[in-house]
Nanobody, 124 residues
Framework: VQLQASGGGLVTPGGSLRLSCVVSGFSSNLYSVGWFRQVPGKEREGVSCINSDDRSFVISDSVKGRFSISKEDYVNTVYLQMNNLKPEDAGVYFC??????????????????WGQGTEVTVSS
């Protein structure tokens, strides 16, 4: 099982980024996939997750209306579209796999496999 996150970078406030999580060793239509972010000294925070068997999702209140999660099962990729980025959105973003619980969990402890993370910097 592997998850490969990419798409991070430096963006000015108000800008956008799209993160991608390519999964292998399992099908994204069989397991839930979540996005988390972490800054030094803080716990890993759930940003959004998408259920395995449909495209229903859970999203954190802190990013609601600005971020969206989607997936393309035929290429085993889950996306996190991030719009109107704020400095407080900066951090390392991870994707991870959980069992196919419904709704998908937003607690990091529920996730079994993690990608390596991609860094997002929001600064003018």
């Amino acid at each position: 099982v592997q998850l490969q996150a990419s798409g991070g970078g430096l963006v000015t406030p108000g800008g956008s980024l799209r993160l991608s999580c390519v999964v292998s060793g399992f099908s994204s239509n069989l397991y839930s996939v979540g996005w988390f972010r972490q800054v030094p000294g803080k716990e890993r925070e759930g940003v959004s997750c998408i259920n395995s068997d449909d495209r229903s999702f859970v999203i954190s209140d802190s990013v609601k209306g600005r971020f969206s999660i989607s997936k393309e099962d035929y290429v085993n990729t889950v996306y996190l579209q991030m719009n109107n980025l704020k400095p407080e959105d900066a951090g390392v973003y991870f994707c991870a796999r959980s069992p196919p619980w419904r709704p998908c969990p937003m607690q990091a402890s529920s996730y079994q496999y993690w990608g390596q993370g991609t860094e997002v910097t929001v600064s003018s």
